[in-house]
């Protein structure tokens, strides 16, 4: 797959099938650049020539191949430069969604001039001509590929600006302590008030924490969690994975280690698409098959983004605190809730894979043990390259406080920098073409 230039070729036209493969009702066509009206004057016949369109409207006709066979009867929606998503002229031809019109339409416009798009190279456009910042375009992709309304909510407010406003009202508060900073610098006899030093950079420090707790959550709702469910043979790991699917994914016995290999089912909890893995009891066994099964065990709860340790409420307690792993990524469950109780613990939550009891509270605190108290309300962080500049800006935010105003000066120029490459107003050339790779072909 060739990379996307961030810099060249915005003087071509662009044109590419903008819809999923396969048949449907409907199909888009998308052709953006100088000459994108040009080429629909070419392609569509309607009772107005395209070119002549004031933007804003839309033409019925038929699209013509270049022997001036009919293809297809459709819509021919007209953009002008600059009020289009791209910025550009575009000319979005929408027909029956046959893989064979859509392909004929393409091979048109395409012989009329324009060139194939690029992976992303629309909203990339969108991101160069200024319609949205870096973490706008990736809020497109991200909303393009939402499983979840989490993840859902948070592209729609990543495509708002949502985030983009968090890091400007950081940048601002930096902004004016610098502003001071140097004043200070240049008139030392003239002294500047301590609510323009101190209290701005302390309320960026806040909102920048704030947002960087964010950043696993944002990160889990776009990529999904994958939850290990651990304990002895027998604890109930098989049926409460049915319980929580919904269906007999699992094969549930009397017998131990029924479970000697791993097995996944998705769902959706808390917003959040999860996995969730069955893993085989662990307990010392001579059986090189199932023991296989405990160490791969241990080693799926180590890499999980949460794991959920259940152990069997109606008989004598068998801790598994050895085999956790460190980081506090636990939630205790007290199974068989429906039988006779062996013991209690107020740290354990109590469920029944039977009776359903104990089941809404887990699912409700395995969303609260994903996604924290730092994922209410507004934008999240939702790529590393997001999170990696915010954490680069805080340190500097940190350390300016600690520092004599000259080397603060340094600090808060370059804790600025980062929020600008956050938000991609400042940013090289290789991190552009990263985030537009991921892209589809007509997005």
């Known amino acids: 797959m060739p990379g996307v230039s961030s810099r060249t070729g915005l003087s071509d036209t662009i044109a590419a099938i903008a819809t999923a493969p396969g048949s449907a009702g409907v199909g888009i066509v998308r052709v953006s650049g100088p000459q994108a009206l040009a080429v629909a004057d070419g392609l569509f016949r309607g009772r107005r020539v395209p070119s002549a369109t004031p933007g804003g409207r839309f033409l019925f006709g038929h699209f013509l191949d270049s022997a001036g066979e009919v293809l297809d009867e459709g819509l021919c929606l007209v953009f002008r430069a600059p009020r289009s998503f791209t910025g550009e002229d575009v000319a979005e031809f929408q027909t029956h969604g046959s893989p064979a019109v859509l392909a004929g339409v393409l091979s048109g416009a395409l012989a009329l001039g324009a060139r194939p798009a690029r992976p992303g190279e629309f909203t990339l456009r969108a991101y160069l001509h200024g319609r949205l910042d870096l973490t706008q375009a990736e809020a497109v992709l991200h909303l393009v590929d939402a499983q979840t309304d989490a ?5 729609s407010l990543g495509l708002s600006g ?11 508060q930096v902004t004016r302590t610098l502003a001071a900073v140097q004043a200070l610098l240049d008139y030392p006899e003239e002294g500047v008030p301590e609510e323009d030093r101190a209290a ?3 309320q ?22 994958r939850l290990a469910l651990i304990g002895r043979p027998n604890a109930g790991k098989s049926s409460l994975l049915n319980a929580l699917v919904g269906y007999e994914r699992s094969i549930v016995t009397p017998l131990p280690g029924t479970t000697r290999d791993y097995l996944e ?9 999860v996995t969730l893995v069955d893993t085989a009891g662990i307990r010392e066994t001579g ?3 199932e023991a296989a099964g405990v160490q791969q065990a241990r080693q799926l709860a180590e890499a999980a983004d949460l794991v959920l340790v259940l152990e069997d ?10 085999e956790l792993p460190a980081g506090g990524r636990v939630l205790r469950l007290r199974t068989k809730a429906d039988l006779t109780v062996a013991w209690t613990d107020p740290q354990a939550l109590d469920v029944s894979a039977v009776t359903g009891q104990g089941l809404p509270e887990l699912r409700a605190a395995i969303g609260a043990a994903l996604l924290g108290d730092a994922a209410r309300g507004e934008a999240w962080l939702t790529t590393e390259r997001q999170a990696d500049a915010a954490r680069r800006a805080l340190a500097h935010i940190q350390a300016a406080q600690t520092l004599p105003d ?12 980062a929020l600008a490459e956050l938000t991609g107003q400042d940013v090289q050339e290789d991190v552009v073409d990263a985030v537009f790779r991921n892209f589809c072909v007509g997005k």
């Open 204 to 225: 960026a420090e806040r909102e920048l924490q704030d947002l960087v707790r964010t950043a696993h959550a944002g990160r889990l709702a776009t990529r999904g969690a």
């Open 200 to 202: 701005p950079l302390a």
């Open 313 to 322: 409420g109606s008989r004598p307690r068998e801790p598994l605190d050895a």
């Open 162 to 172: 949502a985030l983009r406003g968090r890091v400007q009202r950081v940048s601002a």
């Open 287 to 289: 059986d090189q098959i």
């Open 151 to 155: 993840a859902r909510r948070q592209a």
């Open 265 to 273: 089912a998705g769902l959706e909890l808390a917003g959040v698409p």
């Open 406 to 417: 000259d080397l603060a000066s340094y600090e808060l120029e370059e804790a600025l920098q």
